[in-house]
């Protein structure tokens, strides 16, 4: 049966029923317990019916049949929906279902996710297996259907990537249509088929969301006529302010690259807003270790302390951003008919919950996590470690490229002229320069730069993690650069690094080779000794995951290395072309 379409078929539908009727019990009942209505924005005290994984009834009645139900004493705690994270990229070194095991424990138990991996990874047809396999774990996941890559693809693989948005976009699990960086191209570019898909969207009453870093009134205003419904891209309160006076459902970002979210929630306080519902909190892919606290339970405290009222502060995190998605009915709330997510806090105050019910099942009680035997079909369904039938040759790691990329920070990159000589086997410390090669995951291109101010010493990192799926080479010497891309592609894909002869650090990435299959607690200790060696050989800025994600992401600014070759982001040009192998 469709999970997203009919999540209770009809017997169950007569059975919730019944367990109002008292011809049935609910399995659960969470009695004499204080809880948050959210449609009346109180705190209520009463009973909450559960039956199996859905909430049948939250009031002052007790159910009229009670055998063989677990009666859970709420007298001591405080019940709120399970919070929602509107904007999920699930691939950020971990993986869906990873991430989804983790945040859930923290209370995040809805997640509305990016598909961009699935369309570089795999098929359509597996990639819509795997997300039968997601709607099976303890969180309700939903995803996005993606209108672009973010970056330039090659002819065939942007076909290749056009031909499946329709299916995305009409599949019941996918509810929202975005995020829409190249926003650019329908607005300025005249992508009318962009444009189509955007309407088609509409059409399915699937909200559309923006990429709107820095926009003025007059761009927010168009693209609202053009269809968009949501934007996360604030930066600052008076920002935030803009897009809410347009109509935008606004997301407050907290994430390891923009940690906006004090900010801009003092600045919101300071202008006197008073009305929350158009608000929404997410830590738009933040890299493992910014997670280490949770998800949206981080976000609600840092609201209820810089003094939005408490209940506004739990319904950012999950009945309005239900409620914007058109999913209110399923999530978001502790009404009659939502499914059964329910976070069990000591504190009003202390969003992070001691238990939690996650489709009617505990999986965190009292401070303890209750271990999940849940999984997911990577490999029947192509994610599977790499395996490549090619080799690094010399050739591909010849440099004579005239600009080179420098870094302003972990992102953004403006060109420079090189003066350098890159005859050389090793770059000297000094320059602060690396080599850098994008190459091709199947063999057949690279593109040959530099990079200044991602290291000063470091012999060699290879990277099957890349926001293309593509590979990243960045080092100081070739020798070191070949012998962690052979280590890379021992591994079936990872990241490795190597100097002076020695493999120095690697952190294996065996799904589809964009994803660990480690438990994120591992995984945050995996990226911070990461983080260390790279520091160590001279890495300056706060995320170095995210800048070998960005290498190749066309929203930033101001030049790219692409699989099409070096761009100019603002005026879409090639500067130096990709060079075949």
């Not at 677990?70 to 869906?96: A, C, K, M, R, T």
């Not at 919950?353 to 401070?367: I, Q, T």
């Not at 960045?474 to 070949?482: A, F, H, L, M, Q």
Request: glycine share 8%; hydrophobic share 40%.
């Amino acid at each position: 049966m469709n999970e997203q379409r009919f999540r209770w078929r009809n017997r169950q539908l007569r059975e919730h029923v019944a367990v109002v009727e008292g011809k049935l019990a609910p399995t659960k009942l969470i009695k004499n317990t204080t809880y948050l209505n959210v449609f009346v924005k109180k705190w209520v005290t009463g009973h909450i019916w559960i039956y199996e994984d859905r909430i049948i009834y939250s009031g002052p009645e007790l159910p009229p049949l009670m055998d063989g139900t677990e009666v859970i004493d709420g007298q001591d705690s405080y019940v709120v929906p399970g919070y929602v994270e509107p904007h999920v990229h699930p691939f950020q070194l971990y993986n869906p279902h990873s991430l989804a095991e983790y945040a859930v424990r923290t209370g995040t138990t809805t997640q509305i996710n990016d598909n961009l991996m699935w369309l570089f990874l795999t098929d359509k047809k597996k990639a819509f297996s795997l997300l039968e396999d997601c709607a099976e774990l303890s969180s309700s996941i939903f995803w996005w259907a993606r209108f672009d890559s973010q970056s330039v693809l090659q002819d065939e693989d942007q076909e290749n990537f056009n031909s499946q948005v329709l299916s995305w976009l009409n599949h019941d699990a996918v509810i929202q249509g975005g995020e829409l960086t190249a926003w650019p191209d329908v607005l300025h570019g005249g992508d009318d088929q962009m444009l189509h898909w955007m309407q088609e969207a509409k059409r399915s009453r699937k909200p559309l969301e923006g990429h709107l870093p820095g926009a003025s009134w007059k761009t927010l205003v168009k693209m609202k006529l053009l269809g968009l419904d949501s934007e996360h891209e604030s930066m600052t309160a008076d920002e935030v302010i803009e897009r809410l006076t347009h109509g935008y459902q606004v997301g407050l970002r907290y994430s390891s690259i923009r940690p906006d979210l004090p900010e801009i929630l003092q600045g919101l306080l300071e202008k006197d807003l008073t009305t929350f519902d158009k608000l929404m909190y997410t830590t738009d892919g933040a890299t493992p270790g910014f997670l280490t606290d949770g998800l949206i339970n981080v976000c609600i405290k840092l609201a209820i302390e810089a003094g939005v009222p408490a209940i506004d502060a739990y319904l950012m995190g999950s009945y309005y951003p239900a409620r914007h998605f058109g999913i209110e009915n399923r999530v978001g709330s502790l009404g009659p008919g939502r499914v059964a997510h329910l976070n069990f806090l000591s504190d009003p105050h202390d969003p992070t919950p001691h238990s939690v019910l996650a489709k009617g099942e505990w999986v965190k009680r009292d401070h303890e996590d209750v271990e999940s035997d849940s999984k997911v079909g990577w490999e029947k369904n192509g994610i599977s470690p790499l395996e490549l039938d090619w080799e690094l040759t010399d050739d591909d790691l010849q440099f004579s490229m005239p600009i080179g990329m420098e870094m302003v920070n972990e992102v953004i990159m403006k060109p420079y002229a090189i003066d350098s000589d890159v005859s050389v086997d090793r770059l000297p410390a000094e320059s602060k320069e690396a080599f850098l090669t994008l190459l091709d995951r199947e063999g057949k291109w690279h593109v040959n730069t530099l990079l200044k101010g991602f290291t000063d010493s470091l012999g060699g990192l290879v990277s099957s993690y890349s926001n293309t799926g593509d590979f990243i080479l960045i080092g100081n010497s070739r020798e070191d650069t070949k012998l962690a891309f052979d280590r890379m592609k021992e591994l079936g894909g990872g990241i490795v690094l190597a100097d002076q002869g020695d493999i120095v650090y690697e952190l294996p990435l065996p799904l589809g080779g964009m994803m660990s299959d480690l438990s994120m607690s591992s995984l945050i200790e995996e990226e911070h000794r990461l983080r260390e060696h790279l520091n160590f050989y001279g890495y300056a800025f706060g995320d170095p995951v995210y800048t070998l994600l960005f290498l190749s992401a066309m929203h930033l600014p101001y030049i790219r290395i692409t699989p099409q070759g070096i761009m100019d982001v603002k005026k879409k040009e090639v500067l130096y072309p990709a060079m075949m192998r």
